[in-house]
Structures are given as structure tokens and as C-alpha cells.
């Protein structure tokens, strides 16, 4: 059974700083990797989706990368702001279906 | 392109009423899916659709929680009768296929008192 692991629950740092959120899931057949953030009380936006056959993509100060041989993928934040302040989740698509993590909290002090 | 859309926004219900949530999904998308998420956790899959088929609905308490798919577009998700651990937010989220990038809804915010 596939289970998704974000460690830390919660993360607080100075603006301006780069960080790193993980991701940890349990068996390698996935189809692919979706990081997601949500804001207090909205849905879920899309940041990145990598494929299974990817090993990272880009977008703006943003870099998700993914390593299915040990079952990990990291979301890199250049350069971090106090809009960066959310939930950030991720889920791997895997047989047929979206599993989640419970997501890292993370807070940018101004 | 327009996002999925979701209605209500928030809503209020007392114990065993029932309460209904509408999704409409970016248009051209085959896959929708419906989440129940707790504050704090993960969406929780409720039921995914491929058109108007139901794919996988083994999370629904299907005793008190229905959804159906209309002609494949549009979602309704209904609770009949609702209990006190039913307060959550409920998400929809649609993908042009399974497995395919997955767009949220702005979702409905629950609380059952």
C-alpha cells in the first residue's frame, strides 16, 4: 500500500532564505508526482507535476525533483517571501489514484 | 481557461439535514474527483469519475454520502443525513485523464453543528 510523507509537519524561516520540502513515499511504481500549495481556508493550486520518467522541472523560484529509486522527491524555494507562507502537499498518482501527504506548514517571516 | 468551480463556499447545517455540493469541472476533463479534507490532513479521496462512470468510490460511506456525474460535466455531492464528523471541506478537482495533472476547485467549507 502506497503511503506519502512530508516531513516537517511545519517549518518557520527568514525571507530571503533558500529552503527545502520533502516528500517520502513508500513503493517506486508511481506514475507520477504532483506538489500542491493551499492557502488557509482555499483549495489546492498545482506548482509542479513531474512524470515518473522526469527527474525534475522548474517553474519560476520553484524546483521539484523526483528520485523513485528511493522513493523521494524535494520541492526547492529560492529565494522565499512572506507570499510564500502556506501549505504546501504533495501526492503521487499511483495505481489509479492520487495519495496524499499531510503537507508541510510553512512560514516566511518578514 | 476557467478553473473548476465549486458552490457553495461555505455552509452551516445542523445534524441529520442533508446538504448538497455542485462542481463544475474545466471543460474538455474526463477525470473528476471528490475529496473530503479534515484540517490538518490530506484530502481524503471520496469518489473519482472517468465521464459519467464511477472509477473508484471504495471511501464513500455510501450509507449516507451519494454523488452522480451528469452527462459527464457537471458533479453534485450530497450528505443525507450529515453528522458532526462530516464537517470538513469538501474539494472537487478535475484531470483531462487519469493520471494527468489535477486542477482544484476553491472547495466547500462544511461545518455541521
Known amino acids: 500500500k502506497q503511503e506519502v510523507t512530508q516531513i516537517p509537519a511545519a517549518l518557520s524561516v527568514p525571507e530571503g532564505e533558500n529552503l527545502v520540502l520533502n516528500c517520502s513515499f513508500t513503493?517506486?511504481?508511481?506514475?507520477?508526482l504532483q506538489w500542491f500549495r493551499q492557502d488557509p481556508g482555499k483549495g489546492l493550486t498545482s506548482l509542479l507535476l513531474i512524470q515518473s520518467s522526469q527527474r525534475e522541472q522548474t517553474s519560476g523560484r520553484l524546483n521539484a525533483s523526483l528520485d523513485k529509486s528511493s522513493g523521494r522527491s524535494t520541492l526547492y524555494i529560492a529565494a522565499s517571501q512572506p507570499g510564500d507562507s502556506a501549505t504546501y502537499l504533495c501526492?503521487?498518482?499511483?495505481?489509479?489514484?492520487?495519495?496524499w501527504g499531510a503537507g508541510t506548514k510553512l512560514i516566511i517571516k518578514p | 481557461e476557467a478553473g473548476v468551480a465549486q458552490s457553495p463556499r461555505y455552509k452551516i447545517i445542523e445534524k441529520r439535514q442533508s446538504v448538497a455540493f455542485w462542481c463544475n469541472p474545466i471543460?474538455?476533463?474526463?477525470?473528476l474527483y471528490w475529496y473530503q479534507q479534515i484540517l490538518g490532513q490530506g484530502p481524503k479521496l471520496l469518489i473519482q469519475f472517468q465521464n459519467n462512470g464511477v472509477v473508484d468510490d471504495s471511501q464513500l460511506p455510501k450509507d449516507r454520502f451519494s454523488a452522480e456525474r451528469l452527462k459527464g460535466v457537471d458533479s453534485t455531492l450530497k450528505i443525507q443525513p450529515a453528522k458532526l464528523e462530516d464537517s470538513a471541506v469538501y474539494l472537487c478537482?478535475?484531470?483531462?485523464?487519469?493520471?494527468?495533472?489535477?486542477?482544484f476547485g476553491q472547495g466547500t467549507r462544511l461545518t455541521v453543528v
Open positions: 513503493d517506486s511504481a508511481i506514475y507520477n
Open positions: 478537482a478535475s484531470s483531462s485523464d487519469r493520471g494527468a495533472e489535477a486542477f
Open positions: 471543460s474538455g476533463h474526463a477525470t
Open positions: 501526492a503521487v498518482y499511483s495505481n489509479y489514484q492520487l495519495i
